[in-house]
């Protein structure tokens, strides 16, 4: 999926859509996307701006898109809205900077109703910068 098919299932916008790309995608359980980090993103004017460093709760936000999109890709989901509903164990490893490609890889891992958790993981290359259990909930 590219940014525009991203755009139909996300309500985000610049400069919140963090996400370029859907390489993978399993419908409900797992899918891998690509954020393509630049030194025009807003948030370097004000973050830490004589070293730019990715905030680590974008990173967190864009692997909770992933899961968005995980999630709204089931049909009786479309349309629907997924909200953020907590953080378990996030870990942030190494710094993310401008020119990293950042893979971001989430699994849900248990769902039921219309809350549901998943596990993700973002990566530089083949290290990982960051990890976190996300939680969820689905727009009745």
Known sequence: MNSNEI???LPHRYPF???????EIVEGKRAVGIKCVSA???YFQGH???EYVMPGVLIIEALAQVGAVIVLSIPENKG???YFAGIREARFKKKVIPGDV?????DIIKAKGSVGFGKGTAYVNEDIVAEAELI???EK
């Open 48 to 50: 830490f701006p004589n």
């Open 102 to 106: 950042l893979k971001l890889e989430m």
């Open 17 to 23: 859509l963090l996400l370029d790309r859907i390489d």
């Open 80 to 82: 629907k809205l997924v």
């Open 7 to 9: 755009q139909k299932i």
């Open 40 to 42: 025009n993103e807003s």
């Open 136 to 138: 969820f909930a689905i």
